[in-house]
């Protein structure tokens, strides 16, 4: 008798939609987003251009340790959840709902960014009639155009995932071509016709000023956990996904360097710090044109796009990973019919993601911290989870293995750790904020609530079976686990 006919529904499945172009496109793009645009700048004022590039070397060497366990984990254990999935195989349940609410706040709080940084983006390149000023928050103005303009890109994003992968992918390819030349042309201008005397200071600050930027790495990084994600919808042979998830982080740090090294070279320390949109003014400067600086600007907007896409992503498959768990309400698991697009999952990013731009320019900052606050823990569960199944399933099929075995699951614990206690009141940078510990408060006692709600609800009597085989399917479903209850 098929698992399926022991269980009391069928089993809802993502479509392979996706090519290797298209995931090559979602990986670089997911990772590299906005960010560098606006805060590049800050990057170097706060760390000199050559502790920038240290911090994000720093960076990119714990991201691609414990990127070791994603990439061994996603092809191991193919299901979109990435996180849920490696957390419940290893742990079981409360395990994993913490792992995948830390990770889904992560992402939600990545994609909350991206409005406001649309509207910012596009304000620059139109021009828009300036209006009242709606209220301000934090020294910050919110004025109606602006509200607008972030409101209506909010909504598109959405739309393209609501009517599925294909058509997200193909927007999200061309994104990422814009984003590639605009990047491309910034650097090559900034270090040949900037001056290397604008590098000055090589070093700020010491190590505080490393740790500065440090903090801001994992959101810099954030987007190839989303390869997990999305891996059910992947049509490539599943040794390759692993790979993309190192690549990606290579890649990520590659592009961060070469900013910085553009901005610091392109103009005066005191003109980035004084500029409304750092790259794209240096741009304006170093080629004396203000054509470039919108070129910059209509590369940092596919950049905007490939980041939100990733973050919608990463953030509607883990709510409807969960929900097909049943650790969430059913309707979250549900697809859409024609498009089968997790439009319930989507909906509920969406307005989020809206509700978060009315807090203004400002939260661009609050929402970079706390969203790598939220990634950092979902890290180290990962890692944590990564450690107990070298040891609990060694013989479960691996299309790509980690180099050094179990001491490779260590070292992502300590990076992982070591992220952690960058956020931390003692930190030598100070921790994170209030506004940012708000935010995760809000979400832990949200995760709280939920966790009772449905573990207590309708959802009291799922057998560890049944929900073995929701989350795993029948392919990768443990024997033993599904046979316990008959």
């Known amino acids: 008798m098929s698992t399926q006919n022991n269980n009391t529904e069928q089993r809802v499945s993502l479509t392979k939609t996706l090519g290797r172009g298209e995931i090559w496109a979602l990986a670089f793009g997911s990772v590299v987003g906005w960010g560098w645009v606006m805060l590049a700048g800050s990057w170097v004022t706060a760390a000199g251009t050559v502790g920038a590039i240290i911090a994000f070397i720093v960076g990119a060497l714990f991201c691609s340790i414990i990127g070791m366990a994603y990439a061994e984990l996603t092809p191991m254990l193919p299901m979109a959840g990435g996180e849920l999935v490696f957390a419940y195989r290893a742990s079981g349940y409360k395990f994993a709902f913490v792992t995948a609410w830390a990770m889904c706040f992560g992402y939600i709080a990545v994609a909350a960014w991206e409005g406001p940084a649309f509207g910012t983006a596009v304000e620059y390149l139109l021009p828009i009639p300036d209006t009242s000023v709606l209220y301000s928050i934090e020294g910050y103005d919110v004025t109606l155009p602006w509200l607008i303009i972030s409101i209506a890109g ?37 270090v040949t016709l900037g001056d290397i005397a604008n590098a000055a200071p090589a070093m700020k600050d010491g190590v505080n000023g490393i740790i500065v930027v440090l903090m801001m790495a994992p959101a810099m990084f954030v987007g190839f956990d989303v390869i997990p994600q999305s891996v059910e919808e992947m049509n490539i042979p599943l040794r390759q996904v692993g790979k993309m998830v190192i690549f990606a982080i290579i890649l990520g740090a590659l592009w961060y360097i070469l900013m910085i090294l553009g901005v610091a070279f392109g103009a005066p320390a005191e003109f980035a710090d004084n500029a409304a949109i750092p790259v794209a003014d240096v741009a304006s400067y170093v080629f004396g044109s203000k054509i470039m600086g919108s070129l910059v600007i209509i590369a940092g907007i596919g950049g905007i796009l490939t980041s939100w896409n990733a973050m919608y992503l990463g953030g509607s498959r883990i709510i409807f990973a969960m929900a097909r768990a049943k650790m969430l309400p059913p309707v979250f698991g549900k697809l859409h019919p024609k498009y089968k697009s997790p439009t319930a999952a989507l909906a509920l990013v969406g307005v989020l993601g809206i509700a978060a731009i009315f807090l203004g320019k400002n939260a661009l900052g609050w929402f970079v911290d706390a969203s790598s606050f939220g990634v950092v823990v979902g890290y180290l569960c990962v890692s944590i989870a990564f450690f107990k199944l070298k040891g609990s399933e060694p013989d479960l099929d691996r299309p790509f293995k980690a180099p050094m075995g179990k001491f490779m699951a260590v070292l992502a614990i300590i990076a992982s750790v070591l992220f952690i206690c960058l956020y931390l009141p003692f930190s030598p940078s100070g921790g994170l904020g209030k506004m940012e510990w708000i935010m995760i408060g809000l979400w832990t006692v949200i995760g709280i609530v939920l966790a009772i709600i449905v573990k207590n609800g309708e959802y009291s009597h799922v057998t560890k079976a049944e929900r073995e085989y929701m989350i795993f399917g029948e392919e990768y479903a443990r024997k033993e686990v599904l046979e316990g209850d008959k």
């Open 154 to 190: 909010t909504l598109f994003t959405i739309g393209c995932h609501w009517f599925g992968m294909k058509i997200t992918a193909i927007f999200n390819t061309i994104a990422a071509i814009a984003l590639v030349i605009g990047g491309i042309v910034f650097f090559a201008g900034g």
